[in-house]
């Protein structure tokens, strides 16, 4: 079906013009109304593709409604000659896009358009008029949309018959009448002295039009009666000013406006011309015909840098809808605590700058629900931290939809951590220097003055809109654009969520756990100084290597350029020899105990919330694994009884509520079995064996009952050895057996799971021809060493190779059972929340009333995260604390 969308020129580019900033070209020709209409005019072929399209303009300042009214539009201001000399500009750059224009001498924009739509509706024909004239509303009707133009440019809100009724309760045709009662001070009609809107729909209600308010004037009453009555010629000629001809002679018109898209050959040289080399980017058009396109490596002086104050912010609220990057940035490691150093936003060629101040103030309001906005999809760098900072201002953020750090890291999770300027270069921009440059290093930061600030992070902004393009087409080329959008950029939300939801503590058991830790130190240090002989600085190496191999004559096991070795190798290996040796082990797992967990955790508390907020990093490790700081929770120690008491002290923030872990059996196990198709190992997983007992029922070839301890935590030792692509060395290490016997073990086990071997064989093959291996969500590895002639280099790389897939596809699983949690959650409207992911567990807090929901739901979402060829299995507890949840 046809549909035409008619502009009304003369009316968009006065509102483009007044609501984008100052915009020049290498001449120093002004093009910002030019450049606001044409986003406007490329989003309306984006959203409605039209069939038939077109612009329509005045013609001279004379029209036949000055024969009626001399005085009509004689008090509008003088158009500017910054924007006059821009209207020769946007009908030139239409007809190089191939959109239609018409102006008509004696006639303005708005009796084009009133012709074009009473033609449509004798024809049945479906028109959009985009206007910001509230006059346009006279024309609506079942074929015709009135698309009104607010906020500048960019936002649009539509009106047919019955949402004009809606909003003022009247017909499109009492649009008219609402004007010849109120007025239009823009076109100096002059209505009815002293009735407002207000009154004017209020008469309007009770009388229905112009006319029969003046004709039952008498029923009105003091001042009122009296100001219609006076003036009831000026209401009839407003009225009559305000009605748009719809009778200009238009012949052959829908030929004439016919659109077949941008025409690319002649729309990119038109916009080069304007330099307008966004777009040129946006709509992936060439402008080397015009000679004039910028450089893809745009110097920094060509950054248009606008720094918006209180004073100014309504010039940015009315190209907000248009901003697609954004660039947050702070000073700080812990992003729960970081300073805002500032903001830069970017449409288009025009970068703009709110300070924190600004952007806290209360006329920066549409700001701040436009960064809260979800629905507004935003690009950036590092949105998770940024959404944490702003959280930690009071400011809400939503909409994260292309992160480049995030982005970067996928492309090569190797580098980790890629700062932008690092980017920018790695794209060939040139032009952003490093932070350091800007703010110096470590304790020499210091904030530079606005200007420097505000330039380098508009280029930092003008940086992510290049990089995210590229990266798109990257990551679509490596099969990875599911991956980042699917599940990555998700995650960076939930897990935001997660840590400003953070988990509490219960400080009193916190702190009655570090006393026990501390007599439990001070009595192993009594102990230790007893055998000793001497007491001496417990934490020195050197001082006890002294008492250790000088005064006890135990043998050196290692030596450094300092003296004698005491780390934790070498006394495991000492324990054997002398009893004080395992207390002095034991002294140092409870000291640290106390000093990282207990005081560490203690100092991480919330004064406000009594909570400890964590802070997942999604960049960092090379398998895809999350890490956690400020505090760590993945690594409190849960081998040794001491330590799982740690979790004793994290409970639930509502009374009632319980804490709920689930943890996934055996995943990397369960992986290694579908991506090997090993027969044997699915067999076992399929059948809901104890697949360390069947390992060593296959290893050993023995009956169940013939397995013996030593047999299952052998063939535990090889099972998991496998997955981190263990050597003979490690293995004998672990089992305290030789080499040799080591070796025998791991040939037995490839002997009887040949499926493994295989998949080892031919994944190390395969990582020699690509230079990489991907995990079953095509989360890539790259693995530069791996034809390396140096032994060491390329073993090392071998081992990746073959245990990048297993865990990495494991990080993906229990990644793609937190974005299904947190939608299943979301859809049962559930109160439960995720707290914490640490491993291949996840702990959430519960209300009584869900708990048996929750108990149900948790396993059955992680067990469907992600199909394989051997079921996936979540065990769950749950209890007052986490510790009891294990």
Known sequence: MDKLIVIDGNNIIYRAFFAMPPLTNASGQQT????????????????????????????????????????????????????????????????GLGVPQFEIAGYEADDIIGTLTRMADEEKRNVIVVSG?????????????????????????????SEIQDKYGLTPQQIIDLKGLMGDASDNIPGIPGVG?????????????????????????????????????????????????REVPLEQVWDDMKFDGLHPDTAGPALAKLEFKSLLERLNLSGQDAGTAADPARPEAEVQVRTVTMDDMHELSAVLSDVKVLHVETHGDNPHHAELVGLSLATGDTQYYISPAVLQSEGAEPVREWLADSSIPKNGYDLHRVDLALHAHGILFAGAAFDVHLAAYLLD???????????????????????????????????????????????????????????????????MLPLFHDLEMPLSRILADMEKQGIAVN?????????????????????????????????????????????????????????????????????????????????????????????????????????????????????????????????????????RKLRKVFVPSEPGWSILAADYSQIELRVLAHISDDERLKEAFVQDLDIHTKTAMDVFRVSQDEVDGNMRRSAKAVNFGIVYGISDYGLSQNLNITRKEAASFIDQY???????????????????????????????????????????????????????????????????????????????????????QVHDELVFEVPQEELETMKTLVPEVMSRALELSVPLKAEVSFGDNWYEAK
């Open 133 to 161: 004239d509230k006059d346009m509303l006279q024309l609506a009707s079942d074929n015709v949309t009135i698309a009104m133009v607010r906020k500048g440019v960019t936002d649009i809100e539509s009106y047919g018959p």
């Open 413 to 479: 999770p190797t580098e980790g951590n890629q700062t932008l300027s690092g980017l920018a270069a790695k794209y060939g921009m040139s032009h952003l220097v490093s932070d350091d440059d800007v703010f110096g290093k470590g304790a020499k930061w210091k904030l530079p003055d606005e200007e420097k600030l505000s330039g380098h992070l508009a280029r930092k902004c003008a940086a992510v809109a290049q990089i995210v393009p590229m990266q798109e087409k990257e990551l679509n080329d490596n099969g």
């Open 750 to 836: 490839f002997e009887v799971f040949q499926g493994v071997r295989r998949y080892m064989d031919e994944i190390v093959q395969q990582a020699r021809k690509d230079g990489y291996v991907k995990t079953l969500l095509e989360r890539r590895r790259y693995l530069p060493e791996i034809n390396a002639r140096n032994f060491n280099l390329r073993s090392f790389a071998e081992r990746t190779a073959m245990n990048t897939p297993i865990q990495g596809t494991a990080a993906d699983i229990i990644k793609l059972a937190m974005v299904h949690m947190d939608a299943a959650l979301a859809e049962r409207k559930l109160k439960s929340r995720m707290l914490l």
């Open 32 to 95: 910002n109304a030019v450049y606001g209409f044409t986003t406007m005019l490329l989003r309306l072929i984006e959203d409605y593709k039209p069939s038939h399209m077109m612009v329509a303009f005045d013609a001279g300042k004379e029209t036949f409604r000055h024969a009626d009214y001399q005085e009509y539009k004689g008090k509008r201001e003088k158009t500017p000659p910054e924007l006059s000399g821009q209207f020769p500009l946007l009908k030139e750059l239409l007809q």
């Open 507 to 643: 400080r009193e058991e916190l702190k009655s756990l570090g006393q026990e830790f501390q007599q439990q130190i001070e009595k192993l240090a009594a102990e230790i100084y007893r055998i000793a002989g001497e007491e001496f600085n417990l934490n020195s190496p050197k001082q006890l290597g002294e008492i250790l191999f000088v005064k006890l004559e135990l043998p050196v096991i290692k030596k450094t350029k300092t003296g004698y070795s005491t780390d934790a190798e070498v006394l495991e290996k000492l324990a054997p020899y002398h009893d004080i040796v395992q207390l002095i082990l034991q002294y140092r797992t409870i000291a640290k105990l106390q000093s990282t967990y207990v005081e560490g955790l203690l100092k991480e508390v919330s004064d406000e919330s009594g909570k400890v907020h964590t802070y997942y990093r999604q960049t960092i490790a090379a398998t895809g694994r999350l890490s956690s700081q400020f505090p760590n929770l993945q690594n409190i120690p849960i081998r040794l009884e001491e330590g």
């Open 197 to 245: 809107e207000k009154t004017a729909l209020k008469l309007l209600h009770e009388y229905g039009s112009v006319e029969q308010v003046l004709e039952r004037s008498d029923e009105l009453k003091g001042k009122m009666k009296e100001k219609v009555q006076t003036h009831a010629d000026s209401a009839v000629l407003s009225k009559k000013l305000a009605t748009i001809h």
